[in-house]
């Protein structure tokens, strides 16, 4: 039987705050253990909530970028449980009145092709601490430094059909709140982690099947690995006659595997109910106005631009705006080079191999945007052929200058354009390659353009590489033809 | 000094007469020889106290001096105060040390107040005898077989008994206006969200309240001048300008209209205090006002709205009380789920499990719609009723309690004592602010006479409050304990 997947994501993303959702609090990472929790966040007695101004423009600022409808209330609700990395017994969220309502996401597939991908809704919610079992003797230690971080839950309707359209959709919602720069996107530190809920279904039946839900996935590889692994679980499973329970399963990248941590039957009831320590908020037309105003030119737009106005090709304008730093790198290289098509290839080519060779992100290149832009003008204006920029850039690279300019002078990689100087180059290497000319003399006039290769690598090695070689090809054939 | 007012004390403090350390020492000696008796107190901070007393005498004689500085007040054990327990009358925090201040407790003492200690309350303001208390009954000045009222019986008591000029309370349900008419004082709820609540340990939060409680009007009028106003700490305070409350005191009530609910002289009414209520009544027609019958139609719904929406917030409220971080965490537990079981079952009392049992049952999935959703609109009802009867009448007057004090130990059955609080608790459903004021006495125990005003009309009540007591001075009538000498 043929089978189809069905997928749909729940994103949590951390938001780039200075402070925690509803204390003033430190969101830094990585600070000693509890020195990054204030009374509210202690879920001290008598302690009240005040919501943070920035978590809100955050959460609208994803809202506007997805196209969704804003509602003018959301309202902020209690999720009851006892967990002990959890202060106050009750998580602080949104089940009723979200702040972010329908939206959509454009995901980029394999061919190039584009699909829609529909969110249902995005919420505001504060993050809880971390329980701790290592080092202490059988005991727990808590941490409560995350503790009211403030996280926009993103939740997509089960609009994807294969674990690459997921990765590519996490890809999609990390490109956008990074370009929003409303969260740092580090999936490693947890800034953004994902629940999949998976079910497969016979190919044509109109139901779902019933999903399990695989909980707190926190990379893009971890995601195809968890989907594809669930996936061919659930196929197994009920063509072995057996029935996909709904469950919520956890992913063990060691192992490669999904494994059960609850069911349905065990599932809590969190008795949401309205936080009353908190107004509803209210968002106006005027508010929602300047917010959008606010707005970067986000992955789809520029995506587009680069292949309307820049002639990029699909390919190269999607790699380019995969990421608001690549995109900005691109451009700016662009805007001193002036040619889109050689900064792009510079970018995906030279430059990205040598990042990936030193495992650098593209902010930490050391050569800069500006550097490269002016390094692609030298070929443009002929100062230098394309085999000496690759020598500048690799003394760019290395810091052996400040700019392509002062390298070109120290290493006298200036290409010799004076045809004086070139033509008695090549009269030189005539003179001294009489067996050479006779062979070509005596070949077929066919053959000769391949054998004027010889000629031009002896001039370019006489220049020590500077000598433009369409000149010097052109020069030696009008020279070589009349000794015929 | 004990029997006078705080608006007299501040006057004998300015002029010298003497010092807020003599007034200090005063109040904390009479505390010492007669809270024996009433178990009134928690927490005594004696040494505190006399310190900030000499703080007060010190900024009088540099010219420094507001008000109310120098003035001695006592807090119920509800309010945090850094350095000093606060217990809310329950096992769970009696080891809780506050790192914080309560804002309120933090502008009481930019005011320059001395707090002399912390009273004693039914275990989470869950109670309206005082009889819930994890450190014992607390005792009617009046009559030590009766009870004080509650939640707030510690600090109604304490003031009644002269050993405080003044407190502060809380109400959520009537835990001011209630005990304060069992004890012969003057209780003032505020509008919610007049007050902050920052520091003020939750109980429901939609309807807890702070207030003061004093032998007069005036004196309440010169509390609220302190402690009301918006507070960035409490997103639920109000931004709105606070009047000095004192300026209207003395505003005529010629042309004054009340009205008098007739669901508030019903059935269950006791006869003598239906009499010093309507007593009460004529008084101020005979000051000017016109009197007149108004309904308010959904009243009878109040105590089942009011026993859904407040244990379905406290539930919430006290989740936090798991034995993890602070407060009774119980012996060596085997593992999580013991932790929070038994920490919780041995520091919690019986009436505060059972309203956190009745609030996770009526937020359960299947029942929360039926219950809260439900509660939530008899809540709209019930002010809606309030706002419909403040367009023909300027306040509402009417018992505050069906009957005065009862006996130590005479409500047995949880419900017969949900039913005292049946004048107030509307009132805290709707939001608007009500005062109790003394009003005579029934079978030697007072009658409190409850008056109630739109939303933030605190001004007016304490000014038909105060009119009164210019005229009568059940106010001033003091029990026989208060009469002792330290």
């Known amino acids: 039987m043929q089978w189809e997947t ?471 054939k009008e020279k070589l033809d009349a000794l015929l | 000094m004990h029997d006078k007012t705080v608006t007299q004390l501040a006057a004998a403090l300015k002029s010298g007469e003497f010092s807020s350390r003599e007034l200090t020492s005063h109040f904390l000696q009479r505390i010492e020889k007669i809270d024996a008796k009433l178990n009134s107190f928690i927490s005594i901070t004696a040494e505190q106290a006399l310190t900030q007393a000499e703080a007060a005498d010190k900024a009088r004689a540099a010219g420094k001096a507001g008000r109310l500085t120098g003035i001695p007040l006592a807090l119920k054990d509800i309010f945090c105060t850094q350095g000093v327990k606060t217990s809310c009358g329950s096992k769970m925090l009696d080891n809780f040390i506050s790192p914080y201040n309560a804002t309120v407790v933090e502008k009481l003492n930019t005011a320059g107040t001395i707090s002399l200690g912390k009273t004693n309350m039914d275990e989470f303001a869950m109670g309206s005898s005082n009889e819930n208390s994890y450190y014992g009954v607390v005792k009617n000045p009046w009559d030590l077989s009766a009870v004080p009222g509650g939640s707030s019986g510690g600090s109604a008591a304490a003031v009644a008994a002269g050993l405080v000029p003044a407190a502060m309370g809380t109400d959520t349900g009537g835990s001011i206006r209630q005990p304060a008419a069992f004890c012969g004082i003057t209780g003032l709820k505020p509008t919610y969200g007049r007050v902050s609540r920052y520091g003020i340990i939750a109980y429901a939060s939609s309807l807890d309240q702070a207030g003061p409680m004093a032998r007069s009007a005036e004196d309440c009028a010169h509390l609220l001048n302190v402690v009301a106003g918006h507070d960035v700490r409490d997103s639920t305070s109000v931004a709105r300008g606070v009047p000095d409350y004192t300026e209207t005191l003395n505003a005529p009530l010629s042309g004054l209209k009340i009205g008098l609910p007739k669901e508030y002289f019903g059935d269950g009414l006791a006869p003598d205090v239906e009499k010093a209520v309507r007593d009460a009544v004529k008084v101020y027609e005979s000051l000017g006002a016109t009197v007149r019958e108004v309904s308010l139609p959904h009243t009878h719904f109040a105590i089942p709205a009011y026993y859904v929406i407040a244990p379905a917030e406290a539930s919430s409220n006290l989740s936090r009380y798991d034995g993890v971080r602070f407060g009774h965490r119980c012996d060596s537990p085997d593992d999580l789920i013991d932790l929070y079981t038994r920490s919780r079952a041995e520091g919690f009392g019986e009436e505060v499990k059972r309203r956190i049992l009745i609030g996770t049952h009526t937020l359960s999935e299947g029942f929360f719609d039926a219950y809260y959703t439900k509660a939530q609109k008899v809540r709209r009802l019930i002010r809606q009723d309030f706002l419909d009867a403040f367009e023909d009448v300027d306040v509402l007057m009417g018992p505050a309690s069906p009957t005065p004090a009862f006996d130590l130990g005479a409500k047995k059955d949880p419900v017969s004592m949900y039913l005292q609080d049946i004048y107030t608790i509307a009132v805290n459903l709707a939001g608007i602010p009500g005062i109790s004021v003394p009003a005579g006495f029934a079978g030697g125990r007072p009658v409190g006479l409850q008056i109630l005003g739109t939303h933030f009309a605190e001004a007016q009540l304490l000014n038909v409050a105060h009119q009164f007591q210019q005229v009568t001075d059940w106010h001033l009538t003091l029990p026989a304990l208060a009469e002792e000498n330290a």
């Open chain 1, 6 to 476: 069905v997928i749909g994501l729940e994103v949590h993303v951390q938001l780039a705050t200075r402070s925690k959702i509803f204390s003033g609090a430190s969101t830094a990472f990585g600070a000693e253990p509890n020195t990054q929790a204030c009374a509210v966040d202690l879920g001290l007695p008598g302690v009240l909530p005040v919501l943070n101004e920035q978590a809100v423009a955050m959460a609208v600022q994803f809202g506007l970028a997805v196209h969704a409808e804003i509602p003018e209330v959301s309202v902020f609700d209690r999720k009851n449980y006892f967990y002990p990395d959890l202060p106050k017994g009750y998580q602080t969220s949104q089940m009723y009145h979200p702040i972010v309502g329908a939206g959509e996401v454009e995901i980029t597939l394999d061919d190039d092709n584009t699909k829609c991908i529909r969110i249902h809704h995005a919420h505001l919610e504060e993050d809880a601490g971390k329980s701790l079992h290592e080092d202490f003797h059988g005991m727990t230690g808590i941490d409560l430094n995350r503790a009211g971080t403030p996280l926009l839950e993103i939740v997509s309707e089960p609009d994807m059909r294969s674990a690459k359209e997921a990765a590519a959709y996490l890809k999609a919602i990390h490109s956008i709140v990074t370009y929003l720069g409303i969260s740092d996107g580090n999936m490693a530190e947890g800034s953004m982690r994902c629940d999949v809920n998976v079910s497969v279904r016979p190919q044509g039946q109109a139901e779902f099947g019933t999903r399990a839900e695989i909980k707190n996935v926190n990379s893009f590889r971890f995601v195809e690995r968890a989907i594809a692994f669930e996936v061919e679980r659930q196929i197994e499973l009920i063509e072995d006659g057996g029935k996909v329970v709904q469950e919520t399963r956890l992913f063990d990248p060691e192992r490669d595997e999904t494994r059960s941590m609850r069911t349905k039957e065990e599932a809590n009831d969190y008795r949401y109910f309205p936080c009353p320590d908190l107004l509803p908020v209210v968002l106006d037309q005027a508010y929602l106005d300047h917010l959008r105003s606010q707005l970067p030119e986000l992955p789809a737009d520029k995506r587009a631009r680069f292949q309307t106005e820049l002639g990029l090709s699909a390919y190269d304008a999607n790699v380019l705006s995969a990421s608001r730093e690549m995109a900005e790198f691109f451009e700016e290289v662009h805007r001193v080079c002036g040619d889109a098509k050689q900064a792009a290839n510079w970018v995906q080519g030279e430059l990205s191999g040598a990042l990936n060779r030193e495992n650098l992100s593209i902010q930490n290149s050391p050569v800069s945007a500006h550097q490269l832009g002016e390094l692609i003008s030298r070929v443009l204006d002929d100062t230098i052929n394309g085999k000496a920029a690759k020598q500048v850039f690799q003394a760019l690279w290395n810091g052996q200058g400040k700019s392509a300019d002062e390298v070109i002078e120290a290493k006298g990689l200036k290409q010799v354009t004076d045809a004086g100087a070139v033509e008695s180059m090549i009269d030189q290497v005539i003179a001294e390659s009489p067996a050479q000319v006779a062979q070509y003399r005596d070949s077929e006039p066919e053959k000769r353009g391949k054998m004027i290769g010889y000629f031009v690598g002896q001039v370019m090695k006489a220049s020590r590489g500077t000598a433009n070689p369409q000149q010097v090809n052109g020069l030696l």
